[in-house]
């Protein structure tokens, strides 16, 4: 098999590169061995909320240059300032064009709601979560936050109390109850399967529509906003949005504890385009190891295609973090197994250090996570010292940054994506 672009795992950031590419009449196949973060995630992507030296921030642009002085080998810093801000704005459009329904702009961070009742900051949000702008009050007076029976996932009560020590929400009186939904309660007898996509999956099959919405309307007393636990509409957001328009009020939903709906409906939306595009996903499929000639990258075999290698120009690697399995910590090493790139961390982790890849506490950042394969400004991966010349990473395989620490995972993944995607498509 032979194509313009092998890409290796399908999670945002592969997905991202290999839509853009196909769009641009280039093929690319994406192999791809199983779930990915974005099936987990929020539904909210962060570009940067924080800085490595702890402040909170919410413009990107204002603070490059912190980010800079800070952290010199963040992706972001690599790629430079005004690259990093064209394929933000650039993934903005993209969303856009893919119905993504994503609120937001690299111009301000603004507040999502978190399900625990805090207030995140986030760059862009599936526009049925609820948010606000800074220090802008919430524009509804009376919200009822519906849990539903049976359903720990989820607790109105925990929501309502933290919510209400925010100022953008201390004038708000808000109500809790939960949905009796009968169709639920075959689901009750085995509590590890009171999941929010089992439940999502049941109502779009079983449902009696009408008595759910007489069941919202008789349990939001007359509020003008509900909160709901993110558990209806699995595919994408039509049966969230039938809801609404049936209830007839503001209605918002929070997600809940992975996987979650929202970053489940995000990833099929994407897969969707890229198949639509005329992409090949080759699902369950495993890239196993390389071979290299004149210092680049030539074929790989992979766990179905070991006898029948897959040839490219170019050869993307998306495999996530330690999570998906792009990285393995061993007991002396950490690894990447398919290309055994070179590794970086934060200044804090040492490879042949194995004392250094962690903190004492356990809530403080942990070194191990800055940990990822070594790139240049054009995302070309470093293996023994050299760049590879058609060998590029992109998201959350990459080093020298701590994604969770700085809340810029989602960022991460489509600012380097569309930057190897130009990559390619100049050459
Ligand atoms: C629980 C959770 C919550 C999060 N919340 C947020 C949030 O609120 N905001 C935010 O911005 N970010 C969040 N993130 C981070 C964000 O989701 C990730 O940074 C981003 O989605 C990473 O995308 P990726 O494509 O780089 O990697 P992944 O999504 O990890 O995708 C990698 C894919 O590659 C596949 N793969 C791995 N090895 C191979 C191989 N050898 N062959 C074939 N396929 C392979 C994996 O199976 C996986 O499907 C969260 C992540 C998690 C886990």
Redesign the pocket.
Known sequence: MNFDVVI????????TCGITLQAQGKSCVI????????D???????LLSQLPNGRKISHFEQNYAALYQQLPQHPYCLIGKEKTIEKAQQFEDLAKSLNLGLLGSIAENHLRVTPLGGL?G??LSPNSVPTVQGNDVFPYHSIAILGIEGYHDFQPQLLADNLKQNAQFAHCELSTAYLNIPELDQLRNNAREFRSVNIAQLLEHKLAFSDLVKEMKTASQGADAIFLPACFGLDDQSFFNALKEAVGLAIFEL?TL?P?LL?IRQHKQLRHRFEQLGGLMLNG????KAEFVDGKVSKIY?QIHQENFITAEHFVL????F????LVAEFERILE??FHSDIIGCQKFEQSNRLSWTAERFSSPQPYQSAGVAINAHCQIQKNGQFINNLYA????IGGFN??EL???????VVTALTVADEILRQ
């Open positions: 290796i795992g399908g999670g945002l950031a592969g997905l192999i791809n061995n199983g779930q990915a973060a974005i987990f995630a929020s539904g909210s992507m962060d995140r986030s760059w997600p992975p979650s970053g499929d495993k890239a196993l992979t998306a495999t996530g973090s999570f998906s399995n792009g197994p398919v992109v998201g959350n395989v994604s969770l809340g810029c995972g989602s960022g991460v993944a």
